[in-house]
């Protein structure tokens, strides 16, 4: 009989099992069941994984990627060099390697399958044989041991036994925001499942901002999907024209064809996809996106111009508009997460942001709420006279990475989609004068001043 294993789906398949072994506790424990290393095909793999094993028996905790390192070059026999070699070469790479964080739970839930049916594949030969002997209640127990075996046995995160994973470095992957202050404040731009959200009046300028930040990640190399709910999709893929290349869109068409020379040589791309308002829903595009993933179109960003147009799912007859928007980010948030990419919308503020000249989440429209599911906020103000300048305001309003409440003036020439952060508004706290201290300071002069 052919020895099962997991060689039809592939070394990139194998390589993330092992790496959500060595990385993944409770996972590492359920898969443990039901795993036999010799469904591993290459022999790197196998040795590592029987070494996280031992480890685990004899220890009863589970290893640290230090430990583990320590391992591959202690405790594998000389021997075996050239193994030992591959491992350490897999062990650098996979956690290095963007792409290794990709499609886990496909590797969690195949490889857990394959896995379990193996496992009842032999109670059942097993079982054949205790049929000659009538053992029909022992029969009985092999098969239901079997099926046990790999259920999910995660009751949620141990304080104790995952201690190390509060410490292992998550990979967000940032995307740059193009503006360098505050990519210093978020630590590189959004990352990986995270949401963020610029606020602004009607006629700010949202969407070109929204775009501006399409096309840093373009630049990037990165595959942007571009969800428009207001303007064509021509309009938006004009303003990326202009966005990346400094034409101004009144010159766009007389001069299409350097335009084209520009753009064709740039490593990312975006697929712009039109809804007419409030048509579509976060369920729309979630399989607008599966189709995408089908088809082998790389999702490194997404954006949603805007969040506020999307149409609800399922929401019930006579619901607050407000509860609807709560829901609709809630869902743009999870996207993020399955999709394993930063996702940008936009949302709309109420009548007080209209000519303020710094908006903070105050004036959110309609769901303050929204606010709480966003991991990263910023403002856009523009007063008439900022708009004669070309200038503006950006207030950080949250920021789960970093400092907020940090307001910026910034430069913004819609002609050709051209937006600069000029300077903070605020002084660094750290070059601050403490009041108190200052006063310790003044009352010891004085003091030594009487006498």
């Keep these: 009989m052919e020895q099962a294993s997991f060689s039809k789906h592939g070394k990139d398949f ?52 230090k430990v583990l390192g320590s391992i591959i070059k202690s405790d594998i026999s000389s ?28 590797v969690k839930e195949t490889s ?39 259920a999910d046995s995660n009751y949620g995160y141990d304080y104790k036994k995952d201690f190390e994973e509060r410490y292992m470095l998550k990979a967000r992957n940032p995307v740059t925001t193009g503006w360098d202050k505050i990519d210093e404040i978020c630590k590189g731009g959004l990352g990986n499942g995270e949401l963020g959200v610029v606020i602004a009046p009607t006629g700010a300028g949202k969407s070109m901002v929204l775009v501006h930040l399409g096309a840093q990640a373009i630049k990037a190399g990165l595959n942007v999907i571009h969800y428009t709910l207001e303007l064509s999709h021509t309009t938006i893929g004009q303003r990326y024209d202009s966005c990346l290349t400094g034409v101004h869109l009144k010159d766009l068409f007389s001069l299409k064809e350097q335009i084209y020379e ?49 149409k609800p799912v399922n929401a ?21 997460q399955v999709c394993e990419c930063p996702v940008w919308t936009a949302s709309q503020t109420n009548r007080s942001g209209l000519n303020a000249e710094l908006i903070t989440m105050e004036a959110i429209s309609e769901s303050f709420n929204k ?17 004669a300048k070309n200038r503006g305001k950006i207030f950080i309003a949250k920021n789960r990475n970093g400092r907020d409440g940090i307001p910026y003036t910034i430069s913004m020439d819609t002609s050709n989609i051209k937006l600069e952060v000029i300077e903070s508004d605020l002084e660094d706290a750290s070059q601050k004068p403490d009041a108190k201290k200052q006063k310790e300071k003044i009352n010891q002069y004085y003091k030594e001043f009487k006498k």
């Design 262 to 310: 520009k753009v064709k040589d740039i490593d990312g791309n975006v697929i712009i996809k039109e809804y007419p308002t409030k048509s579509a829903s976060t369920s729309t595009i979630r399989a607008h996106l599966d189709k995408l993933k089908q088809q082998g179109v790389p999702i490194d960003m997404i954006i949603v111009d805007y969040g506020d147009l999307l």
């Design 14 to 65: 194998q390589e993330k099992l092992v790496y959500l072994i060595m990385t993944e506790r409770p996972f590492c424990d359920q898969i443990g069941e039901v795993l036999d290393v010799s469904f591993l095909e290459l022999k790197y793999l196998q040795v590592l994984v029987s070494k996280i094993y031992e480890y685990k028996e004899k220890y009863t905790t589970h290893p640290s990627l």
């Design 316 to 336: 019930p007859r006579g619901n607050e508009k407000r509860h609807d928007l709560e829901s609709i980010y809630e869902e743009l948030r999870a996207i993020a």
């Design 112 to 150: 857990l399958d394959f896995c379990k049916k193996q496992k009842l594949k032999e109670a059942m030969m097993k079982s054949v044989k205790l049929l000659n002997n009538s053992s029909f209640d022992e029969i009985s127990t092999v098969i239901n041991d079997a099926i046990k075996l790999g």
């Design 371 to 387: 606010c709480f599911v966003a991991d990263f906020i910023f403002s856009l103000s523009r007063t008439i006279t900022d708009k």
């Design 79 to 106: 021997d075996d060099e050239a193994v030992r070699e591959q491992i350490a070469d897999y062990f650098t790479r996979s956690l290095t390697d963007v792409e290794i964080l990709r499609d886990c739970e496909y």
